[in-house]
């Protein structure tokens, strides 16, 4: 794959203090990548040095080839890359059509666009936008009354318009409403199947729903790179984020991943099924009451994790393995009454188990046993 963008051993020195520190990176083009790290990582300074509004101390920044690090933010952007921050910067007395208009305009030009009317070509272009950023209906309705979400949408709406070939997306659901953030994602999505793009954001839930591709910061450098699974389950991007290395182990947490998917099989996690995957999964890996404790107080960090279930059960590779997924799954579902959503994907999962048909019952039937029958 081609790579659009190319940062070679980067440092950024602030009076002494290294923002980002020998930072090296690639992304393909096409490509949607997710930036993720704790306060303090380097992550906005990693876009401010992209679109030249901090210069690095060395190191360099290449755009489709062309070393761009030095240059002023205007000509950065004219090369093809929009940036659009946390805080919407829409026009906020202007409606939701004449934003994407302005921003479709070639001439930028506010007075020419509000008042001389607009290409054909743009007219199409906006209503092509209205429709992309989910705003049609409210397309003549002032930016102030747009709920803050759609602000969000609108405002990636006016980015898009600029026909940028790499977006840089800074935190665009902090704030939102779980709707809000749906949308925003499926938003984001649609927009890489044309562009590329790098997004920023603490909001786990959300990373995980539009991750391809993830890149951990960490001091000012990239502590991990791969899949939302491969980086939930680095030893050292846990240490970070729990600032103690673990006692889970990532076999463990994947056993958690494949019970939980059962669990919100109907989107109602409820809290005797959490109870069951808390304590079963610290008996199974250790006889210790207190180190039960903490086992619980780790497990419970992953309980948010929401992955492909044939992405989690490509990793089990032995039988014992897929028996105790099978055990902790099929318990999980039973602890709150099996319903016909869980049933469902409990039938997935034994399809992709693989497991004798009459072991499967005989474990079914210990279970039942527990639980009434």
Same mark, same amino acid.
């Given at each position: 794959?081609?790579?659009?963008?190319?940062?070679?051993?980067?440092?950024?020195?602030?009076?002494?203090?290294?923002?980002?520190?020998?930072?090296?990176?690639?992304?393909?083009?096409?490509?949607?990548?997710?930036?993720?790290?704790?306060?303090?990582?380097?992550?906005?300074?990693?876009?401010?040095?992209? =679109?030249?509004?901090?210069?690095?101390?060395?190191?360099?920044?290449?755009?489709?080839?062309? =070393?761009?690090?030095?240059?002023?933010?205007?000509?950065?952007?004219?090369?093809?890359?929009?940036?659009?921050?946390?805080?919407?910067?829409?026009?906020?007395?202007?409606?939701?059509?004449?934003?994407?208009?302005?921003?479709?305009?070639?001439?930028?030009?506010?007075?020419?666009?509000?008042?001389?009317?607009?290409?054909?070509?743009?007219?199409?272009?906006?209503?092509?936008?209205?429709?992309?950023?989910?705003?049609?209906?409210?397309?003549?309705?002032?930016?102030?009354?747009?709920?803050?979400?759609?602000?969000?949408?609108?405002?990636?709406?006016?980015?898009?318009?600029?026909?940028?070939?790499?977006?840089?997306?800074?935190?665009?659901?902090?704030?939102?409403?779980?709707?809000?953030?749906?949308?925003?994602?499926?938003?984001?999505?649609?927009?890489?199947?044309?562009?590329?793009?790098?997004?920023?954001?603490?909001?786990?839930?959300?990373?995980?729903?539009?991750?391809?591709?993830?890149?951990?910061?960490?001091?000012?450098?990239?502590?991990?790179?791969?899949?939302?699974?491969?980086?939930?389950?680095?030893?050292?991007?846990?240490?970070?984020?729990?600032?103690?290395?673990?006692?889970?182990?990532?076999?463990?947490?994947?056993?958690?991943?494949?019970?939980?998917?059962?669990?919100?099989?109907?989107?109602?996690?409820?809290?005797?099924?959490?109870?069951?995957?808390?304590?079963?999964?610290?008996?199974?890996?250790?006889?210790?009451?207190?180190?039960?404790?903490?086992?619980?107080?780790?497990?419970?960090?992953?309980?948010?994790?929401?992955?492909?279930?044939?992405?989690?059960?490509?990793?089990?590779?032995?039988?014992?393995?897929?028996?105790?997924?099978?055990?902790?799954?099929?318990?999980?579902?039973?602890?709150?009454?099996?319903?016909?959503?869980?049933?469902?994907?409990?039938?997935?999962?034994?399809?992709?188990?693989?497991?004798?048909?009459?072991?499967?019952?005989?474990?079914?039937?210990?279970?039942?046993?527990?639980?009434?029958?």
């Amino acid at each position: 794959m081609e790579n659009i963008l190319e940062i070679e051993n980067l440092t950024v020195n602030f009076d002494g203090f290294k923002a980002l520190n020998n930072l090296t990176f690639r992304m393909g083009k096409g490509e949607l990548r997710v930036i993720i790290g704790p306060n303090g990582a380097g992550k906005t300074t990693f876009l401010d040095v992209i =679109t030249g509004k901090v210069k690095p101390t060395t190191g360099k920044v290449k755009f489709k080839g062309k =070393t761009i690090s030095g240059l002023p933010e205007h000509k950065v952007a004219r090369l093809g890359i929009g940036r659009k921050f946390q805080t919407p910067r829409v026009y906020q007395n202007l409606t939701v059509r004449e934003n994407l208009d302005l921003a479709c305009n070639r001439h930028k030009n506010v007075l020419p666009t509000l008042f001389g009317g607009t290409k054909a070509t743009e007219r199409t272009q906006t209503l092509s936008l209205l429709e992309t950023i989910g705003l049609t209906e409210k397309a003549d309705i002032q930016a102030a009354w747009l709920a803050h979400g759609e602000k969000q949408r609108l405002e990636i709406g006016m980015l898009v318009a600029q026909s940028p070939d790499l977006l840089l997306v800074d935190e665009p659901v902090a704030g939102l409403t779980d709707e809000e953030t749906e949308n925003v994602g499926n938003l984001l999505l649609a927009l890489a199947e044309s562009h590329s793009l790098i997004v920023i954001e603490h909001d786990m839930e959300f990373v995980r729903q539009i991750a391809r591709q993830v890149t951990v910061l960490h001091q000012g450098s990239v502590l991990c790179e791969g899949n939302m699974n491969q980086v939930q389950n680095d030893p050292k991007v846990i240490e970070v984020y729990l600032g103690e290395a673990p006692t889970v182990t990532p076999e463990q947490m994947n056993l958690i991943r494949i019970a939980a998917s059962m669990a919100w099989a109907d989107g109602n996690f409820a809290p005797e099924q959490k109870q069951v995957i808390l304590s079963r999964l610290s008996e199974q890996f250790t006889n210790d009451s207190q180190h039960q404790a903490q086992l619980q107080g780790e497990l419970e960090n992953y309980l948010a994790s929401n992955l492909p279930l044939e992405q989690l059960t490509d990793t089990l590779t032995t039988e014992n393995e897929k028996i105790t997924a099978l055990k902790l799954s099929y318990e999980v579902i039973r602890a709150n009454g099996v319903n016909e959503l869980e049933s469902i994907v409990y039938q997935q999962l034994l399809g992709q188990l693989g497991l004798p048909l009459e072991m499967v019952r005989e474990i079914e039937a210990e279970i039942d046993q527990v639980y009434g029958g």
